[in-house]
């Protein structure tokens, strides 16, 4: 059996995935897979990854007809793969050498189902450390004690796919895929869903991924109508959370995520005009379709400014266009589409 599938979506990032590229052949292994997907490129990423394949041990190349985004993309993948442990890199970021060896041996010293990691963010020629927000290292534990408390950043928050490592098992529980179509944060619901139905994890002090940030192309960057694809995915973690057995106790801590980034969200000035006002449009039907208890809770308990701005939002009047359905069909303007657009929160693919 392969002991390792590293799963890789590319779009449009030439730049930077040969970068991505030799740091996997530093740390290729003969029980290793690299499923490299390429996301319908119409950049050079095609002839790259087919090189790629004869030069990278285990390199398998899987071209995508349409794009679909990072989500799908890493789906595609995970349908691929067939290792006993599963990780991720997005195609413009880069390794460490030897860096997926040590990490076989920790998840397989420590037997659990998840190992988060720390990673190196990296903007421009500045680096810094990131950590996971997760307190004991190298304790296996119950991951949805990690979720709270309410108030403070947990490891629900640290939302990175890449930054870890996955035993199958999680995969054939049907824990492991991705929110098809979401093109930004789908994430989220993928690391709620992890820490409230795996049964074991552990964080790490590691550090071996080098995640960019500031890439141009990024969507983060670019901000047109995919970026409001957080509330799609909000949605989901609420709803989800509400039918936990435990949901009186995890609710609040999603509703007062949800309200954090709609409001980070809001005094951004990187979107379009019209994308402004759909997510103002968007943002206030989200609002009113949280529970109202749990939201008065977290609004009461934000700093007064974001306090203030969101309960606004929340009077203002309904707008029937703005719902999720009416969102998920949003047209990806044709200019932002051929942007090339890195990443839904950066480093993959649409």
Same mark, same amino acid.
């Given at each position: 059996m392969v002991k390792l599938s590293v799963i890789v979506p590319f779009y449009n990032v030439q730049s930077y995935a040969p970068e991505a590229l030799r740091s996997l052949r530093a740390n290729a292994h003969p029980d290793f897979e690299f499923i490299l997907v390429d996301d319908a490129s119409s950049d050079g990423i095609p002839d790259i990854l087919e090189r790629a394949t004869a030069e990278l041990p285990g390199a398998v190349h899987i071209r995508h007809a349409r794009n679909g985004g990072l989500a799908t993309a890493r789906n595609t993948g995970l349908d691929r793969a067939s290792g006993e442990y599963i990780t991720f890199l997005d195609g413009d970021d880069w390794l460490a050498p030897g860096y997926y060896p040590e990490l076989v041996s920790v998840i397989e010293r420590l037997g659990c189902d998840f190992v988060r990691t720390d990673h190196v963010s990296c903007t421009g020629r500045s680096r810094t450390l990131a950590r996971v927000p997760h307190g004991r290292r190298g304790a296996v534990m119950a991951p949805r004690d990690a979720i709270l408390p309410t108030d403070r950043t947990t490891s629900v928050?640290? !939302?990175?796919?890449?930054? +870890?490592?996955?035993? =199958? %098992?999680?995969?054939?529980?049907? &824990?492991?895929?991705?929110? @098809?179509?979401?093109?930004?944060?789908?994430?989220?619901?993928?690391?709620?869903?992890?820490?409230?139905?795996?049964?074991?994890?552990? !964080?790490?002090?590691?550090? +071996?991924?080098?995640? =960019? %940030?500031?890439?141009?192309?990024? &969507?983060?960057?670019?901000? @047109?109508v995919r970026q409001l694809d957080f509330i799609r995915a909000f949605d989901q973690v609420v709803e989800e959370t509400a039918r936990d057995p435990e949901a009186e106790a995890l609710l609040p801590k999603a509703v =007062?995520?949800?309200c954090a980034v709609l409001s980070h969200h809001l005094t951004s000035d990187r979107f379009e005009p019209q994308v402004a006002r759909r997510l103002r449009a968007l943002g206030a039907a989200a609002l009113k379709r949280l529970p109202s208890d749990v939201l008065n809770e977290a609004l009461d308990a934000m700093d007064p400014e974001r306090s203030a701005r969101l309960r606004r939002l929340r009077r203002r009047p309904a707008d029937r266009d703005a719902t999720p359905q009416a969102q998920q069909q949003d047209p990806v303007p044709a200019t932002a589409a051929a942007a090339g657009t890195a990443g839904a929160a950066k480093g993959g693919t649409v």
């Open positions: 928050d640290y !939302a990175y796919a890449w930054a +870890g490592i996955y035993h =199958r %098992r999680l995969l054939d529980d049907g &824990l492991l895929h991705f929110p @098809d179509g979401l093109r930004t944060a789908e994430d989220r619901p993928w690391i709620w869903r992890l820490h409230r139905r795996a049964r074991s994890f552990a !964080a790490v002090g590691l550090l +071996g991924v080098f995640y =960019r %940030r500031g890439v141009a192309s990024s &969507l983060t960057q670019i901000g @047109d =007062r995520t949800y």
